[in-house]
């Protein structure tokens, strides 16, 4: 996965996530609505055979958009490792 970033403001990130598709780019999407500093959180992927997914993410200040982010993966990091260790359980 390479991330680029696209524009860089205080209050607003674009960037391009290529490798990555729609279950990734909703996931974080969904995760970044959950906080409550984020203003925007949205995606786009104009062909997925052709084109890279862009994201945006825009934020009321209190918090940066990078920071937004960044905890927006920790925490689908975190519902990702209960899923496995519960789902791994009830299969033994």
Known sequence: MEIKILDDKKNKLMLEVKG????????????????????????????????????????????????ALINAVQRLHKTNEKFKKEFSASIR
């Open 20 to 67: 990555a598709d729609h279950t990734l780019c909703n996931a974080l999407k969904t995760e970044l609505w959950s906080d409550k500093h984020v203003k925007i959180a949205t995606y786009s992927i104009r062909h997925p055979q052709v084109s890279v997914p862009q994201m945006i993410v825009e934020t009321d200040g209190e918090v940066s958009p990078k920071n």
